[in-house]
């Protein structure tokens, strides 16, 4: 049985190896550990017989955007649907937060667009906004604006946004 739930401070050493399995091969950018740790509150985590074994966040970018952070499951699990629940447990929480729309950076449009994400072209925010996000420190951001110096890290990424 899968169990999905927020995660934990004690849940941050399994999210740290499932990153790392995937940002190793180029598939997902990597994060410092203290970076897990901040946002420990953004993520939720799939458990199955009591061992975390997938991953995903949701980092609000703005008052009706946020990101799909950090989508990750043991490869030796792909293809039961776990991802999809932890997907459905963000676009949740998303709800809940208010946020309108949903973005993300994928190699995994397939995964995406079976949840209702629609692949587009620059950054579906107005002018002001974009210049109030060129203020924040967070390279998800940088990635979400295009910036030049966040291309290298988005490199063959595909930008998807879901409309709630």
């Known amino acids: 049985m899968t169990i999905i739930r927020s995660a934990r401070t004690s849940d941050i050493k399994s999210i740290r190896q499932l990153v790392d399995s995937y940002a190793a091969p180029g598939q997902m950018l990597s994060k410092e550990t203290v970076t897990l740790y901040e946002s420990v509150q953004e993520f939720t985590v799939a458990e199955v017989d009591g061992k975390v074994v997938g991953c995903g966040g949701l ?79 967070d390279a998800g951001v940088a990635e979400f604006l295009d910036l030049e110096a966040a291309k290298p890290n988005i490199l063959g990424n595909t930008r998807m946004l879901l409309t709630l």
């Open 59 to 137: 980092h609000v970018l703005w008052e009706d955007l946020a990101e799909v952070r950090t989508v990750a499951v043991k490869k030796n699990l792909h293809n039961i649907g776990i991802g999809h629940l932890i997907l459905e447990r963000i676009i949740e929480r998303a709800r809940e937060v208010g946020v309108e729309r949903i973005f993300c950076l994928t190699f995994r449009t397939d995964f995406f667009s079976s949840h209702g994400f629609v692949e587009i072209e620059g950054t579906p925010v107005s002018p002001d906004v974009y210049q109030q996000l060129l203020r924040s420190y």
